[in-house]
Each structure stands twice: as structure tokens, then as C-alpha cells.
């Protein structure tokens, strides 16, 4: 079961995406290609279309699993959805592994 902290506090509270190499058309808009998507997570998982009116309320059962099977794919990201989700935690892994080992080569003095 997800955390259910992560729905009122999600850890990645805004994503941008990239429009590819063509225009894309949504809800009636045009967005130019190349150009920059900024999605609100915090805002969807408050919606009242997808949480009800009691949308800012902690409650658990909205997880459970018969409620979940009707969820919209893009209702619950907390981490972001999409492609890039999976690699969060190994990314933000290989950047601490990075520094830790800059820190103990600098205290041991290998380079400057």
C-alpha cells in the first residue's frame, strides 16, 4: 500500500516535461514542441473531481484496494509519474555515493 502521507505531502510537489518534437494538442490547447510542461502534484492530489470535497482530509480508506482500482492513472504521483519516476531514488542514491566519496578523498587529501 502506498503511503498515504504522500498524497497531502508528495516528495516531488511539482514536475516539468518536456513537449517532444511535435506540437501537442490538450484540452483544446496547443503547446509548441521543445516546449516546457510545469504539473502541479500537489494540486491533483487535492483535486475534488478525483479526492472529493473533503480532499485536504487524511483518510485512509481511499487506498484501499477496491478504491484504488478506480483510480486515473495520473491521480496518485507522488514522485512525479511517468518515465523518470523509477529512477528518483537511484539517481538521488548515485549523487550521495558521489559526494561522500569526494568528502573522504578531500579529507584524505587526494586532490585540492
Known amino acids: 500500500m502506498p503511503s498515504l502521507y504522500y498524497r497531502l505531502y508528495p516528495p ?3 514536475v516539468v516535461r518536456a513537449v ?3 506540437p ?3 484540452d483544446g490547447y496547443t503547446l509548441p514542441k521543445k516546449s ?6 500537489y494540486d491533483i492530489h487535492r483535486l475534488e ?3 472529493g470535497k473533503d480532499s485536504d482530509t487524511f483518510e485512509p480508506d481511499r487506498f484501499a484496494p477496491e478504491n484504488m482500482a478506480k483510480f486515473h492513472p495520473y491521480q496518485f504521483v507522488p514522485f512525479g509519474g511517468g ?3 523509477f529512477f528518483i531514488p537511484y539517481a538521488l542514491q548515485d549523487r550521495c555515493i558521489t559526494y561522500i566519496l569526494y568528502i573522504m578523498c578531500r ?4 586532490f585540492g
Open 12 to 14: 516531488a510537489q511539482s
Open 107 to 110: 579529507s584524505a587529501q587526494l
Open 49 to 51: 473531481e478525483y479526492w
Open 36 to 41: 516546457h510542461i510545469f504539473i502541479n502534484v
Open 24 to 26: 501537442l494538442e490538450l
Open 83 to 85: 518515465n523518470f519516476t
Open 20 to 22: 517532444g518534437e511535435e
